[in-house]
T-cell receptor, first 110, second 114 residues
Framework: SQKIEQNSEALNIQEGKTATLTCNYTNYSPAYLQWYRQDPGRGPVFLLLIRENEKEKRKERLKVTFDTTLKQSLFHITASQPADSATYLCAPRQGGKLIFGQGTELSVKP | DTEVTQTPKHLVMGMTNKKSLKCEQHMGHRAMYWYKQKAKKPPELMFVYSYEKLSINESVPSRFSPECPNSSLLNLHLHALQPEDSALYLC?????????????FGPGTRLTVT
């Protein structure tokens, strides 16, 4: 069956370090994959979209990669700040809809 | 204006009540969505409207009834809900061709069924 897996544990890092979040998917081949940030009690906020023919996309301190052979996307936040603490959701497109992974909770300590 | 608004912010209803959730966007998006989100879980898609027509219903129980009266408005009518329906209900919008464009989410309605 089709499955999306993100880092199962919460990720705790020190301010200034690079956070790397993983999204693995199995049994399908999405043409698009999106990343969202969600703060407690609020709706998700779009961060980046990457297409299957793109290896990498950047936006300010954010970078996402998409490896269709490994069926994996990596999401990096460089020079992390306490304000980056949130849950990050990957969402590959499948069957004309977005399917959200369970999310990775990131905590950046000062 | 890149905002999706949802009302009410909080709603408490009994199992015999009828209530409605409302969602509005003025970005000219022709795809609109309802999601349900339980604590510590990802958003789960319920319905998709494309050009004001229902295009996806994820086998949602009939006690949830969506409506899209025009291209800016989306409603979710609730009737005879169960306590397990308590959750955050999120509305989102995007350009059509889901997945090719980012979705803009509203702040959600926190629903409690007693």
């Amino acid at each position: 069956s089709q499955k999306i897996e993100q880092n199962s544990e919460a990720l705790n890092i020190q301010e200034g370090k690079t956070a790397t979040l993983t999204c693995n998917y199995t049994n399908y081949s999405p043409a698009y994959l999106q990343w969202y940030r969600q703060d407690p009690g609020r709706g998700p906020v779009f961060l980046l979209l990457i297409r299957e023919n793109e290896k990498e996309k950047r936006k300010e301190r954010l970078k996402v990669t998409f490896d269709t052979t490994l069926k994996q996307s990596l999401f990096h936040i460089t020079a992390s700040q306490p304000a980056d603490s949130a849950t990050y959701l990957c969402a590959p497109r499948q069957g004309g809809k977005l399917i959200f992974g369970q999310g990775t909770e990131l905590s950046v300590k000062p | 204006d890149t905002e999706v608004t949802q009302t009410p912010k909080h709603l408490v209803m009994g199992m015999t009540n009828k209530k409605s959730l409302k969602c509005e966007q003025h970005m000219g998006h022709r795809a609109m969505y309802w999601y349900k989100q339980k604590a510590k879980k990802p958003p789960e898609l319920m319905f998709v409207y494309s050009y004001e027509k229902l295009s996806i219903n994820e086998s949602v129980p009939s006690r949830f009834s969506p409506e899209c009266p025009n291209s800016s408005l989306l409603n979710l009518h609730l009737h005879a809900l169960q306590p397990e329906d308590s959750a955050l209900y999120l509305c989102a919008s995007s350009q059509v061709q889901t997945g090719r464009y980012e979705q803009y989410f509203g702040p959600g309605t926190r629903l409690t069924v007693t």
